[in-house]
């Protein structure tokens, strides 16, 4: 199935749907990713014959470091080729860098949140190593206005008004707002390379790739806690 069983570290059960209805970050954020496509509904994912695994590990405070720490661990022991991290938060934390080499040492990519708090400062999960660290942009490739930037932001992405998924139903696949949907874009392209056989490694851009971006990376150093 395009959907699979997945599991909640909030609740402690196996049914990762949220307990509140208005709970729709993580499905707006997997549908961009890999919603199914050409079946007359909504939208079309990046990745769209990819195969999701939800994992709750936000709940109406927030996410954890050990919440957090065993979605990683719990994705990695089954196998998840793509973690998205659209959440975040200021603070450095072991127990989530070493679940992050876990993941990362089972060939698990890694994409996180840069931040939407519009300032420089670094936010984890997005600033360990080996993880992408995802910007936002607008529609005319500049920064989004509440977009986080600096030298731990990898690459940046389409955000503050896409459509996606919505546990609820609704037809309208409604906008989300802020940095949420560039993660999922990141997602679906990642899903896309690991389907198709390609690695992906994190690595600095060297003197000769670093102004070939556009823009908008110019935030960012080009090389490859909240909901966001």
Do not use: M
């Not at 994912?45 to 919440?67: E, T």
């Amino acid at each position: 199935d395009h959907l699979l069983a997945g599991d909640d570290f909030v609740s402690n059960d196996t049914n990762p749907s949220p307990d509140s209805p208005a709970e729709t970050h993580g499905t707006h954020v997997a549908g961009i990713a890999g919603a199914e496509t050409n079946n007359g509904v909504g939208i079309a994912g990046i990745a769209w014959n990819s195969r999701l695994l939800p994992i709750r590990i936000v709940g109406p405070l927030g996410a954890s470091s050990a919440n957090i720490a065993s979605g990683l661990i719990y994705a990695a022991d089954h196998g998840v080729k793509v973690v998205n991290l659209s959440l975040g938060g200021p603070g450095w934390n072991k127990l989530e860098r070493d679940a992050v080499n876990y993941a990362v040492a089972h060939g698990v990519v890694i994409v996180a949140a840069a931040g939407n708090e519009n300032t420089i400062v670094t936010s984890y999960p997005a600033s360990y190593d080996h993880v992408i660290s995802v910007a936002s942009t607008t529609r005319t490739d500049s920064r989004s206005y509440f977009s986080n930037y600096g030298s731990y932001v990898d690459i940046a992405a389409p955000g503050g008004a896409n459509l996606g998924g919505d546990r609820r139903g609704y037809s309208e696949h409604p906008l989300q707002r802020r940095l949420r949907e560039p993660c999922g874009d990141v997602d679906g392209c990642a899903a896309c390379s690991r389907c198709g056989g390609v690695s992906l490694v994190v690595r600095p851009c060297d003197d000769s790739t670093a102004g070939r971006g556009s823009p908008a990376l110019h935030y960012a150093r080009s090389r490859h806690s909240r909901p966001r």
